[in-house]
């Protein structure tokens, strides 16, 4: 096994040798992390690890969320990232949730991430920009959600949650094909 890489900590090495060991597996093997894996993977309970997985992802997400609400963001930045949601015809005071598409170059992948927002669960309602590449999410109690279920659709995107001066909640998306 070669855990020498900068991915592995010591604790990882650790964790790793010892579920290694308890499967009789020797580290020393060039291909034991490979036989650990293929064990690993063939013995996975989809069902049950399907809800830790997403349990964690959501967590990952309050935690960059609370990371970039805490950061101070520069005055500049934060006047440009405002829009009022007016600009998608609700009344100023309604909450939402702005997705950025502007980062998505292709048309195809744009479309599928639209169809995938207009069903995420919990949302009052979704409405484009009338100009620019977004999408305004109306009154959503859980705004990770969206994320979730962009994650669930197999869409090959990049996530960037930001908070303008206001408390307005923007998911920046970028392709990564």
Not at 121 to 133: F, K, S, T, W
């Amino acid at each position: 096994m070669d855990a020498s890489a900068p991915a592995f900590t010591a604790v990882d090495k650790a964790l790793v040798t010892t579920a290694m060991r308890q499967r009789s597996i020797d580290p020393a093997d060039p291909n034991a992390l490979l036989i650990l894996a293929s064990h690993l993977w063939s013995t996975l309970n989809f069902r049950t690890a399907a809800p830790f997985v997403e349990a964690r992802l959501d967590a990952a997400v309050r935690e960059v969320r609370t990371a970039a609400a805490a950061a101070p963001a520069p005055p500049a930045a934060a006047a440009e990232w405002h829009l009022s949601p007016r600009e998608f015809d609700w009344h100023s005071s309604t909450s939402i949730v702005v997705v950025d598409l502007s980062r998505v170059t292709e048309p195809s992948v744009r479309q599928r991430i639209v169809e995938v927002v207009q069903h995420v669960n919990g949302a009052a309602e979704v409405r484009r920009h009338p100009i620019q590449p977004l999408l305004g999410v109306r009154d959503i109690a859980n705004p990770a959600q969206i994320q979730a279920d962009l994650r669930r659709s197999g869409l090959a995107l990049q996530y960037l949650w930001i908070a303008d001066s206001k408390g307005q909640e923007y998911l920046v998306l970028r392709s990564l094909a």
